[in-house]
């Protein structure tokens, strides 16, 4: 029995030790502005006028020698503000600008099909001549011609289509105020 009580009282006392001890190894660090807007991080607790914005607890000690850090935010905080507002509009025009390279990219590939449609055609037309003079029959090129005859309105059609997004992306532009440069690729 005298053991076991012994042993409650060591891992008693350990906790105990454990739990005051972390303070030893701890560090505060105080964030506080003054009177002129700048913040100022400390170890040392400001005076008691001084409202402290943050207390920071921790492990580490600060590697800098120096008492205090100071950091000015208020001379920054126009050109930060302006930076921001800068960044949003590129923001803006990069998203605008995106989606008109999009419909210029969709409008360039049906293009170059309907390009290459027209070339297969001709192609296919001066083979169909070239048997037909030869006393050679030409039924599949035929109806390889007639198929690829028959797939050049719906291309047409595509560009038509494209044409119109490209003309509600432009008024949609107009309509929220965006400069139409930023639709430009």
Request: no cysteine; proline share 4%.
């Amino acid at each position: 029995m005298k053991r076991k009580q012994l042993f409650f009282y060591f891992l008693t006392f350990v906790y105990i030790f454990a739990l005051s001890t972390e303070n030893l190894f701890s560090y505060t660090i105080y964030k506080w502005k003054d009177n002129k807007g700048a913040i100022h991080y400390t170890d040392k607790k400001p005076e008691d006028s001084i409202d402290v914005i943050e207390i920071i607890k921790t492990k580490k000690k600060p590697t800098d020698q120096k008492d205090e850090v100071v950091i000015i935010e208020d001379a920054n905080d126009n050109h930060s503000a302006e930076i921001e507002e800068e960044r949003i509009q590129e923001d803006i025009r990069q998203y605008w600008r995106n989606l008109a390279l999009n419909i210029e990219e969709k409008k360039e590939r049906t293009l170059e099909e309907i390009y290459i449609t027209e070339k297969k055609i001709d192609i296919l037309k001066s083979n169909i001549d070239y048997y037909l003079i030869n006393g050679y029959k030409a039924d599949l090129m035929i109806l390889d011609l007639r198929y690829l005859e028959a797939s050049l309105p719906p291309l047409f059609k595509k560009l038509e289509l494209i044409e119109e997004e490209k003309e509600r992306l432009k008024y949609e532009a107009r309509k929220q105020g965006i400069p139409p440069g930023y639709l430009r690729p």
